[in-house]
């Protein structure tokens, strides 16, 4: 089999819910468009996201993108909220001061979203047998569960566990891949933090993840991995960069992918 985009997957609001979509357009940044558009700052213009607040992990979103608007499910209430993302933004950005308890801003960048890395903004990339290879490491848990942990953009299939770590070389040196008709430079694997060692939905601590991701991360490292990138080894999925001869071009779930160099 070819490798192909099996998903793609966006992050409107940093750190809450994801949603699946069948196709995605890449902005001049390399970022996706919608994906991490906007982001929850506290009053000290800190980003408000699972690394410093767990009960993030709490609130249930939903969004429609055609529409600019955002469902919140606040927990212990059966009532859900909708708020238009453009026009209502107030009014969400009290329901979620409430529910966290202090003061929150909700702050918008189009052009290239709120990525953790911001020298590579591109979409962070990993493979469906990779999920399921680390799911396996864990039990109790599954596929589902470990991608809404690690919450990366694109995924491939059609290939074995790991294949994405091609897309990465020594340090300083890019891979250059194709997705469909859209041009993509590997960078580097992306190192984890805190928040996938907990349950997506409650927030709870999995007693010894990073340990176990580590050594078994390690033991699984396929022999032909550049392996100047792992300083240590709590990283998965390829972090990327846009050719910008691809801006404006769209991802499509079924587009073929082919490694350029």
């Known amino acids: 089999m070819m ?32 994906d991490r558009e906007f982001a929850i700052f506290d009053e000290q213009g800190r980003f408000v996201n699972g690394k410093r607040h767990a009960k993030i992990h709490l609130l ?20 859900q909220r909708i708020f238009h993302l453009d026009e209502e933004r107030q009014a969400l ?8 308890g202090f003061g929150v801003t909700l702050r918008q960048n189009s052009l290239m979203g709120f990525p953790d890395d911001t020298s590579s903004p591109g979409p962070t990339v990993i493979s469906t047998a990779t999920l399921a290879e680390v799911a396996s490491w864990f039990p109790g848990l599954n596929i589902d569960e470990i991608r809404r942990r690690m919450r990366a953009n694109i995924e491939i299939d059609g290939v074995p566990a790991f294949w ?28 984890r933090c805190i928040v996938p060692t907990r349950d997506s939905y409650l927030g709870e601590a999995y007693p010894n993840f ?8 390690q033991a699984t490292l396929p022999n032909w991995v550049a392996s100047s990138p792992f300083n ?10 846009l050719s910008p001869s691809s801006a404006g071009k769209i991802l499509q779930i079924g587009d073929e992918i082919d490694i350029l160099s």
């Open 232 to 241: 240590h080894f709590y990283r998965l999925s390829v972090n990327t960069e």
């Open 3 to 34: 490798p192909y985009l099996a998903k793609i997957l966006l992050y409107p609001v940093k750190s809450l819910d994801g949603i699946e979509v069948e196709n995605a357009r890449v902005l001049a940044s390399g970022a996706l468009q919608h």
């Open 164 to 191: 994405e770590d091609q897309l990465f070389s020594e340090q300083g040196d890019l891979v250059s891949f194709r997705v469909g008709d859209v041009d993509f430079f590997g960078v580097k694997p992306c190192q």
């Open 210 to 217: 990073q340990k176990i991701f580590v050594t078994q991360r």
């Open 93 to 100: 950005e009290a329901t979620l001061s409430d529910f966290l």
């Open 60 to 79: 249930r979103a939903q969004f429609a993108l055609f529409n600019r608007t955002i469902s919140l499910q606040i927990p212990d209430s059966d009532l």
